[in-house]
């Protein structure tokens, strides 16, 4: 029967016949392929609440997401509602003109989403919103607890404590961090995990009012930092892909990692039993304060030409919802961006603590929005760093260069 309803719906519509949002199929693309059953679940809850609305979920690879995406709505087709990068990323397609614009008159609940998750996916230029932020992540360190307490080990609480742990877990034969950084992008996240305490609350809010580049002393300083604390990575991390490093640490041959709140659920997929902790990077001295590096990991935007603007804004606005949220976040163990969200794993309520001293991760929040991108130049140089090759000087003096091409307070 709902066969036959819909292949007259496409019938109609082909006439030019204006069809109830009862009775429409909307497509949904994601990048998130290993969150398919969840999202089938959150959809069957909204196709239960909405008879007569289905939605079909389909999934692409995350490095080839972007292409098929914006060569589907060049040409004038793509899905009814998708998952929309951030910041840059958003950019690049609301630029187009391939979304429709979001506010509280098409999505209430918008009003009360936190300034910086409205903000990543908002258009600078024109402080237009296209998109519902859907998780937050924070970079951080991972900890097992087992062997932590069989070490008589504790969350450090300054820089030499954490070196002191170190060289106890080195002592007993466990590697103390599983990171690798052949995997590009997990340079970026050894920046944000390590150096952002070190750097400093005050650095990030002069970097950000044009008093300093990245040249400051309170920059290289932390990358300096950065490079020693490697002393502890595995042997030959310069060649250590992302998911061999992921394996040690959920192995339990490595005590620690440096790694976004999204490893959490990873490393409970691939290793049910173990035990974790999280702590922000300590300082140099107990009381300086702890910081996390936080973004926001993408929204739901809805194509401008979805002939379904009824049925897609209603879709839109579940996933605006508390009821949503919730499910996202007992679902995927992930933070939602919703607000009123609570969180019942420990471990996700802790980072939502963490999270209220944070800095945002800096390449990914304020500098993907030209050529060369930020996170690009961040990861070639901190690879060169580690592999000798550059100084934390250098390191600074070639990320203010190029971004001076695109970034007016850095061309003075």
Sequence with gaps: ???????????????????????????????RQEDK??????????????????????????????????????????????????????????????????????????????????????????????????????????????????????????????VQASETLKGAGIMPFGNGTATAWQNEVMVGGIASTLMGRGFYDDLMAGKADFTDKRYVEALTKLKEITKYFPDGFIGLDYASSQQLFASGMAGMFVGGSYELANFKKQNPDIKMGIFAMPGMKADDEKLVAQYFDGGYAVNVKTPHKEAALKFVNFLASQEFGQMFADELNNISAVPGVSFKDPLLAEVAELNKNSIPYIMLVHFRFGEPSGSVLLQGEIQKLLSDKATPEEVGKNLTTGLAAWYEPFKK
């Design 1 to 31: 029967m709902k066969k036959l309803i819909l292949s007259g719906i496409v019938a109609l519509s082909a006439l030019g016949v204006s069809m109830p949002a009862w009775a429409q199929e909307l497509s949904f693309w994601s990048w």
């Design 37 to 162: 059953a969840q999202y089938e679940k959150f959809i069957k809850a909204f196709e239960e609440k909405n008879p007569g609305i289905t939605v079909k979920f389909e999934t692409f690879e995350a490095t080839n997401y972007n292409t098929i995406l914006s060569t589907a709505l060049a040409g004038g087709s793509g899905p009814d509602v998708l998952f929309a990068r951030a910041y840059g990323g958003l950019e690049n397609v609301a630029n187009a003109g391939y979304l429709l614009p979001l506010d509280k008159s098409n999505v209430p609940a918008l009003e009360n989403f936190a300034p910086a998750a409205i903000a990543a996916e908002t258009m600078r230029s024109t402080k237009v919103t296209y998109a519902v932020p859907f998780a937050s992540q924070t970079m951080l360190v991972i900890y097992n607890k087992d062997i932590f307490d069989a070490n008589g080990l504790k969350e450090p609480e300054t820089w030499d404590e954490l």
